[in-house]
Nanobody, 132 residues
């Protein structure tokens, strides 16, 4: 069974930075999509960023464009979310997720940040707290 383990969350002041990591135990499909989602209590899960297996296609939610960067190190089965200029609104539980890139075919290979159902494997989450 595929396992995803996030780390790197913590507490920072507004304007600070954090780098989240997601280690994937194995890739069932080497042509995958990977995404970061976040969720706060009482709110719907929100897609933050996605990246395809090649690393060439990334997508960002408007709220994080220019501040967050998604990347990966295939040799380490590890994906990253660099978060800069953090705001209190960024505080949430952050999850990484893996799915098949077949879903992305009709989007020119760009992986979704909207459709959580396209991702079949999820991590347990890492908490990010941002104080003003």
């Amino acid at each position: 069974q595929v396992q995803l383990v996030e780390s790197g969350g913590g507490s920072v002041q507004s304007g600070g930075s954090l780098k989240l990591s997601c280690v994937v135990s194995e890739y069932v499909d080497n042509r995958y999509c990977m995404a970061w989602f976040r969720q706060t209590p009482g709110k719907e899960r929100q897609g933050v960023a996605s990246i395809d297996f090649s690393g060439r296609r990334t997508v960002y939610a408007d709220s994080v464009k220019g501040r967050f960067t998604v990347s990966q190190d295939s040799s380490k089965n590890t994906h990253y979310l660099q978060m800069n200029s953090l705001k209190p609104d960024d505080a949430a539980m952050y999850y990484c997720a893996i799915g098949s890139s077949a879903w992305a075919t009709h989007r020119g290979g760009y992986c979704s940040t909207s459709n959580s159902f396209e991702y079949g494997n999820w991590g347990q989450g890492t908490q990010v707290t941002v104080s003003s």
